[in-house]
């Protein structure tokens, strides 16, 4: 079983709706969960981090977490043609004080106006 | 704000050619990671380095590939003989702690075997 699983995509919404992406982990020991969005060519870039279920807001994004189900989703509100994106999940696997941040394989997100 | 810094942002290379790809981590972290992407694919783990010593690293890093913390504040990546499956986006992070911790990126060395 991978680690990290995502839905490749593409993922098409057109502009103000909700985008929904959703990320299942392997380890039920984790304890850390990181979206990163990534532009074609470019880096990572860290978007959110949760620790806790439920759900975390941070403006347009929302994080949710449920650890008893190994899933982790990520919604962005009002989408906008910029968000158009890669999103990656990102969970730390390890033990003993060395955690690697393990990644999943992205989801593709289209914003259409 | 503080950020991960890498230089070279591209770099062409003769296949067998010796490469360093030099990443400048963010001042009070303490992990440091190398990672590369192959064009189309995910984000995959190379190293992982702590207390000036390997930590961790994946099947991917073999002997061809080295890391040194050489002073204070850089972190380089050695790819000593390089082949043309090296292509790809070198990506250096670094992150405060370890567990529960953000890694931040830098912006990548694009590494182009020829």
């Known amino acids: 079983q991978k680690e990290v699983e995502q839905n490749s995509g593409p993922l098409s919404v057109p502009e103000g709706a909700i985008a929904s992406l959703n990320c299942t982990y392997s380890d039920r020991g984790s304890q850390s969960f990181f979206w990163y969005r990534q532009y074609s060519g470019k880096s990572p870039e860290l978007i959110m981090s949760?620790?806790?279920?439920g759900d975390k807001e941070d403006g347009r994004f929302t994080a949710q977490l449920n650890k008893a189900s190994q899933y982790v989703s990520l919604l962005i509100r009002d989408s906008q043609p910029s968000d158009s994106a890669t999103y990656l999940c990102?969970?730390?696997?390890?033990?003993?004080?060395?955690?690697?941040?393990?990644f999943g394989r992205g989801t593709s997100l289209i914003v259409h106006p | 704000e503080p950020e991960v810094t890498q230089t070279p942002s591209h770099q062409v290379t003769q296949m067998g050619q010796e490469v360093i790809l030099r990443c400048v981590p963010i001042?009070?972290?303490?992990?440091f990671y190398w990672y590369r992407q192959i064009l189309g694919q995910k984000v995959e783990f190379l190293v992982s380095?702590?207390?000036?010593?390997?930590?961790?690293k994946s099947e991917i890093f073999d002997d061809q590939f080295s890391v040194e913390r050489p002073d204070g504040s850089n972190f380089t990546l050695k790819i000593r003989s390089t082949k043309l499956e090296d292509s790809a986006m070198y990506f250096c992070?670094?992150?405060?702690?370890?567990?529960?911790?953000?890694?931040?990126f830098g912006q990548g060395t694009r590494l182009t075997v020829v």
């Open positions: 380095f702590y207390n000036n010593e390997i930590s961790e």
């Open positions: 992070a670094s992150s405060e702690l370890s567990m529960n911790t953000e890694a931040f």
């Open positions: 990102a969970v730390p696997r390890g033990s003993g004080g060395s955690y690697i941040p393990t």
């Open positions: 949760i620790y806790s279920n």
């Open positions: 001042s009070n972290h303490l992990y």
